[in-house]
Structure formats: C-alpha cells, structure tokens
Nanobody
Framework: QVQLVESGGGLVQAGGSLRLSCAAS????????MGWFRQAPGKEREFVAA????????YYADSVKGRFTISRDNAKNTLYLQMNNLKPGDTALYYC???????????????????????WGQGTQVTVSS
C-alpha cells in the first residue's frame, strides 16, 4: 500500500526554521519525482517545491526560493523540506506528494501541476507567528 506521512510541522516565530519530513512506504522512493504543496485556510493548494527522481534537479515557487530547500534520502525512503526565514505568509497545511510515473523527468512547469501527482500525505500544519 502506497503511503506518505508528513511530520515536523509546528508553531514558530517569524524568521525561524522548521524541517518537514515525508516518510514514504509501499513503493521505491528513488524511482519517483516528489513534491511539496501547501494550502492556507480559504485558499487553493499551491506548489512549493519539487525534486527529480535522481535528486539532481529541484524546482521552487518564487515565494519560497532562497528560503526553502527540498531534498531526499532514498536510503531512508524520506523526503525533506528545510524551511528557513519563515514568514507569516508561509502558514499553511503542508503536503508531500508522489508523481504518477516512475523514472520520468518533468519540465519545471509540470511539477507545479497537481494532476501529475497520484498520492498525497495527510499534511502537517505549519504556523508562523509575527
């Protein structure tokens, strides 16, 4: 059974840092590109970051570029999102997701589309106070 479980969220002051983890099971993580999305109350889910299945290519939303870093440890079957210099606007429920097709490189814009992902975690809450 394919499963993604996020952890590491919490309450942090503006300027602080958090590291989110996404534990994958039921599939071979290193075959798949992965992504992070977030959804704030009353807003649509939006793309945050993505990483190619090889780990060599990363993509970021403009709003988080330079502050967030996506990485993967395939040996541990875990995806990460290091978030630094957090802002109140980063407050949201954060989700990790797995792409539909294995061993496939997607162009940058495709990584932002929710339709290329076929499995989602339950989310972990990040709250940034001012």
């Amino acid at each position: 059974q394919v499963q993604l479980v996020e952890s590491g969220g919490g309450l942090v002051q503006a300027g602080g840092s958090l590291r989110l983890s996404c534990a994958a099971s039921g599939f071979t993580l290193d075959y798949y590109a992965m992504g992070w999305f977030r959804q704030a109350p009353g807003k649509e889910r939006e793309f945050v970051a993505a990483i190619s299945y090889s780990g060599g290519i990363t993509y970021y939303a403009d709003s988080v570029k330079g502050r967030f870093t996506i990485s993967r440890d395939n040996a541990k079957n875990t995806l990460y999102l290091q978030m630094n210099n957090l802002k109140p606007g980063d407050t949201a429920l954060y989700y990790c997701a797995k792409v539909r097709h294995p061993r496939t490189y997607y162009s940058g814009s495709l990584h932002e589309m929710m339709s290329v992902y076929d499995c989602w975690g339950q989310g972990t809450q990040v709250t940034v106070s001012s």
